[in-house]
Structures are given as structure tokens and as C-alpha cells.
């Protein structure tokens, strides 16, 4: 949707934290919602033009890889394998803005920005920021187009000279090395041969308790489809790959826990840890991988001429850090890793007719998909264990990528299995073969499948709050609430939930009598009559399918992340004022689970996609 709005010709960018002055330039607010008028978030405007926006940048990301230098493509000079090229592992290509640090959803922010301008031709624009890569885009773009351009404001950020990132990676490599030598010293590990033929591999986590009390392998990931799988007399390989945290601090324990799953299963489960094959062998494929991309760096370097098809933006100031360090640094010892384990993985293991992995479109898939490919095994599964997000881009790509078929080009699986009609919908519309997609049951969220419908009035608002992973979000609506408080309906309680990971601060809200809970978050949503959580999270995904009233925060700092940007009865709220007038309205609950996710814990959907692939 384009803003046809005049605006004046002058153009005031705020990005920070004071109060904008009221002048008679259009202030754009890059970090903040305002209904006043001559006021615009940035977000906002983004928010009306998001196709066109996202579009727009996902083929900038697919031109950088096409663009041609000393005579080739810049995927084809990253070619690490003949089939495999490290441009699609390295950060630009990821897409991974979930992490602000990426600089993606100020690249969109700033092809907004340059929507408006272009729209509404400005004489003039003057800058008030601390961000000195945003002024410096913002002033290029300016000097470009003819605008006269000023600026305020100290400038944070300023340029450091670290350790380099091949150093770092140096230092990575020799740690890796050593805590890796309890399993390269150990007997070799064999390869099972064994009739399974279908392997499942994901990351070693959200484990249940992860003990030698745990006598059977039960995981979030997979949930009720582990014992289906028994109950269906399908023998299965499980792939896990490590990782680090307070129960498994060492490779060898999670081997050693493998070892325990497979033992206990009464020969229907063999499980293995991909570190467990490290070798010296590898260590040495993996430093001449490294410097094999490492020595490419300089000529990558050129890709600053490319800008996005009919922009005058130099996106490359924000994102050449990240995409050096993905070229140079730990990111491209740990790519390397994968790539060789992989490939030692599945060229030794019995033919697979299935696998079916985890899937968020992380780099070590592509390495996974690349060496399943290259052993000539079956048909391979990607399931997106979570939510699929319009704005998520790791899941989202520029059309012609589907298209290509050369060996250098983007490494897919045969089929991706998704958990909603949302999923199929967001990546049907983003341009993904409808005929490598296929419905399954969401396995996180099968606890939802008995919720019933109720009716009740309600006599004292309760009110759920559901931190976020990212703590400025959760700090919003704290700091909302507490400016509410004496606002809100008699009695209000307020529970608060901590996130599983990032705990939050709460001592300074004391006023608002908060309720901490520790039970499971079913019951939480039993007593509940609305839930205020922040865009990133997914469990605002969970509250909705229960029936619950959802309010979500639009805090104008970042693009709409929620799972529910497109669902119908969600609220979104851009102010405090918002949030009270939503929640004096609520007089009643009246709690109807809605069909969000696929849900039958009979898991037909998966039955029938094993079944079917095993007969190709």
C-alpha cells in the first residue's frame, strides 16, 4: 500500500532518545511510534509497503550472489565443493534478522526511507542520531539525489581495531581442537550397520532432563512423534549435532548419552553425536577449506558497487563487517567443520531412504542437505519446528532462486514439511515451489489439541505476561504497565512469566505486585484472560491457539516479528494509551481455540509423508 499523503518538503530524521521538537518539517521517527500528525515511524511505513520492500530486498541479496567478478559469478568464485557454494553459509545470504546486530531491518528501514523520499521529493534533511553508519547512508543518499543534508547528534560506534577476525578463528580452531581430543584419541567410532533407513538429526537440545535417569530419548522437537515412530514399527538413526550448555558440557558426555538412548531402546533407536567422528584428518580439510574462502576476502570485497535494483543505498556499510567475519573469522571454521563431518557422516553410513532434520535454515543445514545429496541417499525432510514469520527472512527468498539449477546455486531439501496453513500460505505467496511442500502435525504444540471452548465473565482481569528472549520488549511492557497501573480495572493480578533462557530484571516494578509463575504454561493459560508478550515471541503463537485474547507491542523499533502478524482477533499496540483501552474492554473471556496449527495426536500427516517418501 503506497502513502499518498503530502507531506512537507523538508524532512527531520529523529533516532533518539529525547522528544522530537515540533517544527514544520515530516519527522520520521526511525525508532518510535507517534500518532501526531507530521509524525511518521518508520516501522509504520515499512509495515504499508512490505511486500514491495521485502521483495526488493531479497533480490538484492540474490544479485549479490549473481554478480559477476574476474569473469564469474560471486557464487561460483565461493564454490567450496563442486555442488556447494560457501556464499549461501556466509551472513548476507543467511538473512538471519531475528539478531539486530545483522543490520537487515535497517537495510529494509532505509529502502522505506527511501520510498518516502522519492515519493514526496524533499529539499532538505537534517539527521539526529548517534548511529554513525545510519548518517552516513542517510548523507550518501542525500549527496546522491541533490538534497541538501545536516546532521546532530554525537556518533556512537566508533571504529575500533580489534582482533581480527582470522586471528579469532585461529584461536577457535586450536580450542576446538582440544576439547575435541577425548573422541579423536578414543576407538573410532563405527558406523552402524544396521536396517534403519530413515535418520532424523537435529541440534542436542531441548532434551527432557538429558540424564542417565532418562532411560528413554524423549525430545521438544519431536515430541509424540518419537513413540509413534515405535508404535508404527519404524526402526530410525537419530543424527544430533552438540551443543554446549549446563548438562552437556563435553562431546563425549552427549556421545555418551547416545550411547545410553540407543541401548534403552530396545534396538528401535540408534543414536549418534555427528562430533563423535572428528578426526585429525578433518581438522586438516578444515584449514585448507578455511583458507581457501579466507583467500577469496579482497575480491568479495568489490560486491559495494552492487545496491538494490533502483536504489541509490549503499547497504554495503552495514553489512561488510558480519559478511568479512562469515568470510574470515569463527563463523567460517565452524561451516568448515560441518561441511567435512557431514560428508564423512553420510558417505560411510548405509543408504538412508528418509532423512528428516530440524530446520531454521541455519548454516550447518546446507552443509547437511550438500553431503546427503552427494551420497546419493533418499528423499530429505526440512521441518520448521516452530513458527514460519512473514518478516522471519531466513525462510524467505528472492523468486528466481527456486529456479536455478545450476551446482553453485542454493542447496534445497526434496520437501519441507510445515506445521500450519499459515506456514504453507507465507511460503507459498514468498514464491516457494508449491510441489516441495507438504502438511505435517506442529509436534511443539500437540499439547493444545484438547483445549475446550469456554465462556466466562470475567470479575477480576488476570493478566499474563510472557517475556521475551529479547529483554527491551519485555521491558516495554513493564514499563507500560507500570504507567497504566492506576488505570486498570479493580484488582487486576498480573502473572509474569520468565523466559526458559534470559531472565529479566523485575525488581524495579514492584508496584505492579507481579505474580512470578512457575507452572507450566498450560495451566498459566487456564486462569488467563489476556497475554501480553513482545513480537519475537512465539508464544504468542500458543495463547492464540488456546483461545486466548493476544496483545503484542508495536514498539516502533523493529519490524512486526510476530508469528501473528496476519491473524485474525490479535491486537497490536503502538502505545501505552493502546494497551489500557484494550484492556478496560475486556468484560468477558470467552476462550475459542482456534485452528492455527495442524493438531491430531494420532499424527496422521506425518504417517502418511514417511510413508509415501519411503516408496520413492
Not at 329 to 347: H, M, P, Q, R, V
Not at 595 to 605: D, I, Y
Amino acid at each position: 500500500m503506497t502513502n499518498i499523503i503530502t507531506y512537507n518538503k523538508n524532512i527531520l530524521i529523529w533516532d533518539i532518545e529525547k522528544i522530537p521538537p515540533r517544527t514544520e518539517s515530516t519527522t520520521i521517527l526511525w525508532s518510535k511510534n507517534s500518532e501526531e500528525k507530521n509524525f511518521i515511524s518508520i516501522v509504520k511505513y515499512v509495515e504499508d509497503n512490505s511486500n514491495e520492500l521485502r521483495s526488493i530486498y531479497l533480490e538484492w541479496i540474490y544479485d549479490l550472489g549473481e554478480y559477476i567478478l574476474d569473469g564469474k559469478k560471486v557464487i561460483e568464485h565461493l564454490k567450496i565443493r563442486n555442488n556447494l557454494s560457501y556464499w549461501w553459509m556466509s551472513s548476507i545470504p543467511q538473512k538471519v534478522n531475528i539478531d539486530k546486530s545483522q543490520n537487515i531491518n535497517e537495510s529494509i528501514k532505509l529502502l522505506g526511507l527511501e520510498k518516502f523520499i522519492n515519493l514526496n521529493q524533499p529539499k532538505k534533511i537534517e539527521i539526529h542520531s548517534q548511529n554513525r553508519n545510519l548518517i552516513r547512508i542517510v548523507e550518501n543518499l542525500c549527496l546522491n539525489k541533490g538534497i541538501s543534508f545536516s546532521k546532530a547528534g554525537k556518533k556512537s560506534g566508533i571504529s575500533i581495531n580489534g582482533i581480527s577476525p582470522s586471528i579469532i578463528a585461529i584461536i577457535y580452531l586450536f580450542w576446538y581442537f582440544v576439547i575435541s581430543i577425548p573422541v579423536i584419541i578414543v576407538k573410532n567410532r563405527k558406523y552402524e550397520k544396521n536396517d534403519n533407513n530413515i535418520i532424523l538429526i537435529d541440534i542436542f537440545t531441548h532434551i527432557y532432563g538429558s540424564s542417565y535417569k532418562d532411560y528413554h530419548f524423549k525430545s521438544y522437537y519431536w515430541e509424540d512423534l518419537v513413540s509413534k515412530l515405535k508404535e508404527w514399527n519404524i526402526k530410525t538413526n537419530w543424527l544430533h549435532i552438540y551443543y554446549k550448555n549446563l548438562k552437556n558440557k563435553s562431546f563425549m558426555r552427549v556421545r555418551n548419552l547416545c550411547d545410553f538412548f540407543s541401548l534403552n531402546s530396545s534396538g528401535t533407536q540408534n543414536h549418534n553425536l555427528l562430533e563423535s567422528y572428528l578426526s585429525l584428518k578433518i581438522f586438516y580439510c578444515v584449514c585448507k577449506d578455511y583458507l581457501k574462502i579466507r583467500f577469496k576476502i579482497n575480491l568479495i570485497s568489490k560486491l559495494k558497487e552492487v545496491k538494490p535494483k533502483g536504489s541509490c543505498l549503499d547497504l554495503w556499510i552495514i553489512h561488510s563487517s558480519a559478511l568479512n567475519e562469515s568470510l574470515s573469522g569463527k563463523s567460517l571454521i565452524k561451516n568448515c567443520l560441518y561441511i567435512n563431518l557431514f560428508e564423512k557422516y553420510f558417505a560411510n553410513v548405509p543408504r538412508q531412504k528418509i532423512g528428516i532434520y530440524i530446520s531454521e535454515n541455519q548454516p550447518w543445514e546446507l552443509a547437511l542437505i550438500y553431503a546427503w545429496k552427494l551420497a546419493k541417499h533418499g528423499v530429505l525432510i526440512a521441518t520448521p519446528h516452530n513458527t514460519l514469520r512473514y518478516w522471519d527472512l531466513r525462510h524467505h527468498f528472492y523468486i528466481e532462486t527456486y529456479n536455478d539449477e545450476n551446482s553453485a546455486y542454493y542447496p534445497m531439501p526434496n520437501l519441507v514439511a510445515v506445521n500450519s496453513a499459515t506456514a504453507m500460505k507465507n511460503l507459498l505467496e514468498s514464491g516457494y515451489p508449491r510441489n516441495m511442500l507438504a502438511q505435517v502435525e506442529a509436534l511443539r504444540y500437540l499439547y493444545l489439541s484438547q483445549v475446550e471452548p469456554l465462556i466466562r465473565e470475567i470479575n477480576n482481569l488476570t493478566v499474563l505476561i510472557c517475556a521475551d528472549y529479547q529483554k527491551n520488549n519485555t521491558i516495554q511492557i513493564l514499563e507500560w504497565l507500570l504507567e497504566i497501573n492506576k488505570y486498570l480495572p479493580e484488582n487486576t493480578k498480573i502473572i509474569f512469566r520468565h523466559h526458559p533462557i534470559y531472565k529479566c530484571n523485575i525488581s524495579k516494578y514492584k508496584q505492579l505486585n507481579l505474580c512470578i509463575s512457575s507452572n507450566q504454561l498450560i495451566d498459566d493459560f487456564a486462569i488467563a484472560d489476556v497475554v501480553i508478550t513482545g513480537l519475537i515471541s512465539s508464544v504468542a503463537a500458543d495463547a492464540y491457539t488456546f483461545g486466548l485474547s493476544v496483545i503484542q507491542i508495536l514498539d516502533g523499533s523493529v519490524l512486526n516479528m510476530s508469528p501473528l502478524r496476519s491473524a485474525d482477533e490479535v491486537t497490536f499496540v503502538r502505545s501505552k494509551t493502546e494497551m489500557l483501552m484494550i484492556l478496560n474492554k475486556i468484560k468477558q473471556r470467552e476462550m475459542k481455540p482456534k485452528k492455527f496449527f495442524n493438531l491430531n495426536k494420532n499424527l496422521l500427516l506425518w504417517k502418511r509423508l514417511i510413508v509415501n517418501s519411503s516408496e520413492n
